[in-house]
């Protein structure tokens, strides 16, 4: 089975902190990504990678940047943390393929205060 | 850009019985699929089905079985005899080519099992 690893269930920051989502995929997909998930919006994707050392923006990347040195790790960094960045962040990977379904992690629910 | 729509923000139904979730779909493509998640109250989303563009034939899995009418952009989940377990939100997403497109969700329906 598809591991996807999330470091922190439930993170509590303070505004203008620098903060680091980590996510650790055990399959060596190719493909990973970052949504972000609130209440009557769904998920909207913030950035995403197809192989190592490359990202590319999702629809909401403002206020985030992410990290991909080696293929199983895909990080998400707020540089400054704000209010309106409390939210739960779902990594995700896959292979590449139409058809291939997304893995997901066990999300991170932050509060930034 | 391709959007997805749920148009339930919530659903209910009996244990045992029959619901029906809808889902339409937005695209000038031809080639695509389309999926539908699970995300219980652990917070882990779950495939439930997969639909390619070009079968005409409906997907099933076990009591999970969709309505995929391509020419209404309409991808909807049956879900027969409900059960307990069966309550979460429930997200309808599509991808369209190359294979290497994210997935566009939909805003999710809640969906609740009533004993």
């Known amino acids: 089975d598809v591991k996807v690893t999330q470091s922190s269930r439930y993170l509590v920051k303070r505004t203008g902190e620098k903060v680091f989502l980590e996510c650790v995929q055990d399959m060596d997909h190719e493909n990973m990504f970052w949504y972000r998930q609130d209440p009557g919006l769904g998920l909207r994707l913030i950035y995403f990678?197809?192989?190592?050392?490359?990202?590319e923006k999702g629809d909401i990347p403002e206020g985030y940047s992410v990290s991909r040195e080696k293929k199983e790790r895909f990080s998400l960094i707020l540089e400054s943390a704000s209010t309106n960045q409390t939210s739960m962040y779902l990594c995700a990977s896959s292979v590449p393929g139409l058809n291939s379904p997304l893995h997901f992690g066990n999300g991170t629910r932050l509060t930034v205060t | 850009a391709q959007t997805v729509t749920q148009s339930q923000p919530e659903m209910s139904v009996q244990e045992a019985e029959t619901v029906t979730l809808s889902c339409t779909y937005d695209?000038?493509?031809?080639?695509?699929?389309l999926f539908w998640y699970k995300q219980p109250p652990s917070r882990q989303m779950i495939l439930v089905i997969r639909?390619?563009?070009?079968?005409?034939q409906n997907a099933t899995e076990n009591r999970f079985s969709v309505n995929f009418q391509k020419a209404a952009k309409s991808f909807s989940l049956k879900i027969s005899d409900s059960q307990l377990g069966d309550a979460a939100m429930y997200f309808c997403a599509y991808r369209s080519r190359p294979g290497n497109t994210p997935l566009v969700f939909g805003k999710g329906t809640r969906l609740s099992v009533i004993a």
């Open positions: 695209t000038s493509e031809s080639d695509y699929y």
């Open positions: 990678s197809y192989d190592v050392k490359m990202k």
């Open positions: 639909q390619e563009a070009y079968k005409q």
